[in-house]
């Protein structure tokens, strides 16, 4: 039986991983309890372990099984359905998502719901993030600039209401992002 070059390095990895799982979960269990305690620790260290590997070999295999399928002469379908994998994956969709986060808790630090309930060390803290989270090279073009529209009308702080629509922008640039990604 010939595996392919990435099945066997998967294969590998999850066996070094059940391996160390089972061994720290014994030696854990070792420590807690006795020798009973480190049999059943390992056990269940190892087989889940396992188990986690099992189940994340189709997401892992994914973009080897599409490289297989394609012509050695056609490159660019293989890139054009890595790209598609990566979005239908998730990636650029959490990108959006940890920005829709970050700038709403910069608005809420921006427009407290307490007069002095936000520091401002904290205030420029959730700035910071919401700015780093926001220029992220991954993130897609439409929500980086609607991000942008939104930490403008926060960086304003003079309508809670313009900044609360800007919000709703970029939450629905963000739906919108998801639903056609």
């Known amino acids: 039986m010939d595996l392919p070059l990435a099945r066997r390095v998967h294969l590998l990895l999850t066996v070094v991983l059940v391996t160390w799982a089972a061994l720290l979960g014994g030696g854990l269990g070792l420590l807690l309890a006795g020798r009973v305690m480190a049999v059943v620790v390992a056990g269940a260290a190892g087989l889940g372990a396992g188990a986690g590997a099992f189940i994340a070999r ?30 239908a994956d998730g990636y650029a969709e959490g990108l959006a998502h940890a920005v829709l986060v970050g700038i709403a808790t910069y608005q809420a630090a921006v427009f407290p719901v307490t007069p002095y309930g936000v520091t401002d060390e904290e205030r420029e803290a959730r700035r910071t993030v919401a700015y780093r989270v926001a220029a992220h090279d991954g993130l897609p073009h439409a929500i980086r600039a609607t991000a942008a529209a939104a930490l403008e009308a926060v960086d304003e702080g003079l309508d809670a209401e313009y900044a609360r629509a800007a919000l709703t922008a970029l939450s629905a640039a963000v739906h919108a992002h998801r639903t056609t990604g």
């Open 58 to 87: 189709r997401h892992v295999m994914a973009p080897f099984r599409a490289e297989s399928r394609a012509d050695s002469s056609d490159r660019a379908a293989v890139a054009d359905r890595a790209e598609g994998y990566a979005v």
